[in-house]
């Protein structure tokens, strides 16, 4: 069987250090959450290394705890003692994306980035030093230009800052329940094939330190960046992916609300009602009416607020089966 792009797992902690398998292939973005306790988000990738944490949920800077994830391995990974991912008694989900392993040197933008892409998977993991100046330009490793780019700068208690196509890059928002607002950090520039613009924005390009970026493109039959309005109506809007969908994260753009995730491996029959959020450590949490529903070319929403009020909304999806692919650096 040929390696897939994107998988989600669920597992039970031990307390005791154990290997996660089923992924289908060793991942390079490992994003795991606690289902049935408020530990926080951690996220981590093959360019950082496995000593290595960030925190959807949380502004902070890096955390380099060595009871995490200790290895990335061929059929998944390896989680140690921590609470936030291997608690006796804990019910974890993890979503996993591969790239291109542990990086190589990109030249492509007048910063020289690290860069794990798989271009035929629209994905990669770009390591950067920001250097204060606007204008500025990074390598991003793929053949398309990225449609959504997820932000955080490693050194400092910075928010996170997500650019896309879907609110223009005249503007930026954040894994808060923010609405979507004018910002410079991408400086006002969309990316092209080879690279993605930056501004002086603290965020993402402060001298010295470093950051991380998950740039996403769209790729047929297997992930969808994009926008749909809601109708607030329990018959409710129906988004086109062109897949069944194996996980979607929803964010209205135009007002504060939730970045709200749903996946297969929690939910493996319609209805799609148990979700967690991005922005917040919360546990699992279970919508009390008819929420969604995975559908074989998309997503049919069955309840009347958000993320189906009459608003605009961005997500990012990627698909139940996977393509077969090869990687590309």
């Known amino acids: 069987m040929g390696n897939k792009a994107f998988n989600v797992v669920t597992y039970s ?59 990335f391995d061929s059929d998944g990974f390896t989680v140690s003692t921590h609470t936030g991912v291997n608690a006796s008694g804990g019910t974890y989900v993890a979503w996993c994306w ?11 933008g007048s910063i020289t980035s690290t860069v794990s892409a798989n271009a035929d ?17 990074v390598g991003h490793g ?19 800052i997500i650019g896309s196509d879907e609110i223009a890059w005249t503007k930026t928002i954040q894994f808060t329940n923010a609405a979507a607002t004018t910002h410079d950090a991408f400086y006002n520039t969309a990316p092209s094939s080879s690279v993605f613009t930056i501004g002086d924005a603290s965020e993402l390009n402060s001298s010295g330190n470093s950051i991380i970026a ?67 450590s919360q546990a699992e949490s279970q919508y009390s009416g008819h929420y969604m529903d995975f559908l074989s070319n998309g997503v049919k929403f069955r309840a009347t607020d958000h993320p189906n009020q009459a608003k605009t909304y961005i997500y990012l999806a990627f698909a139940e089966n996977p393509f077969k692919y090869t990687n590309a650096r």
């Open 142 to 160: 793929l053949s398309s230009a990225p449609e959504m780019i997820i932000c955080k700068n490693r050194s400092a208690v910075k928010t996170w």
């Open 214 to 280: 998950y740039c996403f493109h769209s790729v047929e039959g297997f992930s969808k960046v994009g926008s749909y309005t809601g109708n607030g109506s329990a018959d409710g809007t129906f988004v086109y992916t062109g897949f069944r969908p194996a996980y979607v994260m929803f964010k209205c753009s135009s007002n504060p609300s939730e970045w709200k995730i749903i996946d297969d491996a929690r939910n493996p029959h319609n209805v799609m009602d148990l979700e967690l959020r991005a922005d917040s």
């Open 121 to 137: 998977a629209g994905f990669s993991i770009v390591s950067y030093t920001g250097n204060s100046t606007p204008n500025s330009t």
């Open 98 to 108: 591969k790239a291109g392993g542990t990086g190589v040197s990109n030249t492509n």
């Open 13 to 71: 902690g031990t307390g005791s250090t154990q290997s996660i398998t089923g992924v289908g292939f060793q991942p390079d973005l490992i994003w795991i959450k606690r289902r049935n306790s408020t530990d926080w988000h951690q996220i981590t990738d093959a360019v950082r290394g496995t000593n290595s944490q960030l925190f959807s949920n949380d502004t902070s800077a890096e955390d380099t705890a060595t009871d995490k994830i200790t290895a």
